[in-house]
């Protein structure tokens, strides 16, 4: 038997590897969470049906859920990116789960790769859903699938880095609180069921400039008007991806 087969080989794993590892522990415990669901499934949909069916907001012409569809499609990236994301490891950081997680091999800016990456997952479940119910009420998507992609990733990357920036830096209580609070101001003034059109023209180069009023844009211009690539509000959202996903890599804590 030759020397050493059996000897230990103590050491960390692959880096990717262990990004895959963690992203799929984060991915089955977001759906294993009922509270993540209802935010991040259940009540976007419950709006598209609810805006689509009501006469409650003025879309503009053509058939509500043609403008609907889109900026729900926006709100249910952020609802998980963001909210759902900015919650829960929130609390995790507060039971003392990260701060073991910082014991590990594990890098920082790993960790917050895994918990992107199983935010991506996630949504490919909210996607076809929303889609399957847009369809449904009458929905007729034009454009190519391409800058949807695109508009996605970039919007799933910009929401990540400020919900990780937020759960990293604040008490869980008041992230609890504050993510919540962003939530319903930007579900009201971020163009997902309220044009920007229908707010002072002052507001509307602010709130423009917005993460969630990009991505909804952007969303509705390619699949409402039939857009090929929106490159003002991709810049847009290039922008606050390197932003958040930065401040969160240099100032998130482990407890």
């Known amino acids: 038997m ?23 522990l ?23 049906v609810l805006f689509s069916a009501v006469d409650v907001v003025d879309t503009g012409a053509g058939e509500p859920v043609d403008f609907l569809t889109p900026g729900i499609l926006a709100l249910a990236v952020m609802s998980t990116a963001f909210t759902g ?8 950081r507060r039971y003392g789960v ?31 859903l929303l889609t399957v119910i847009a369809f449904a009420l009458g929905w007729s998507p034009q454009g190519g ?5 695109l508009l996605l990733v970039l919007g799933t990357a910009a ?4 919900g990780l920036l937020m759960a990293g830096t604040l008490k869980a209580e008041a992230t609890l609180a504050a ?27 602010v709130l423009g400039l917005l993460p969630i009023a990009a991505l909804s844009d952007g969303l509705r211009d390619v699949l409402q008007h039939g857009a090929a690539t929106p490159w003002g509000d991709l810049g847009i959202l290039a922008v606050w991806a390197v932003l958040g996903l930065g401040a969160a890599a240099k100032f998130f804590r482990w407890e």
Do not use: H
């Not at 929401?159 to 400020?162: I, K, Q």
């Not at 930007?186 to 069921?193: A, S």
């Open 2 to 24: 030759s020397a050493g087969t059996y000897t230990p080989r103590p050491g960390a794993a692959p880096l990717p590897r262990m990004i895959a590892a963690q992203a799929a």
């Open 26 to 48: 984060e991915t089955r415990m977001l759906l294993r969470n009922g509270e993540q669901l209802l935010l991040t499934v259940i009540i976007p949909a419950l709006l598209l």
């Open 85 to 92: 994301q900015a919650i829960a490891t929130g609390f995790e």
């Open 98 to 128: 990260l701060k073991r997680l910082g014991a590990s091999p594990l890098p920082r800016w790993a960790l917050m790769a895994a918990k992107t990456l199983a935010v991506l997952v996630t949504e490919v479940f909210q996607v076809v």
């Open 145 to 149: 699938p391409l800058p949807v992609l």
């Open 159 to 162: 929401f990540s880095g400020l």
């Open 179 to 205: 993510a919540n609070l962003v939530f319903l101001l930007l579900l009201v003034g971020g163009g997902v069921v309220v044009p920007l059109d229908k707010f002072p023209e002052a507001a509307q180069s």
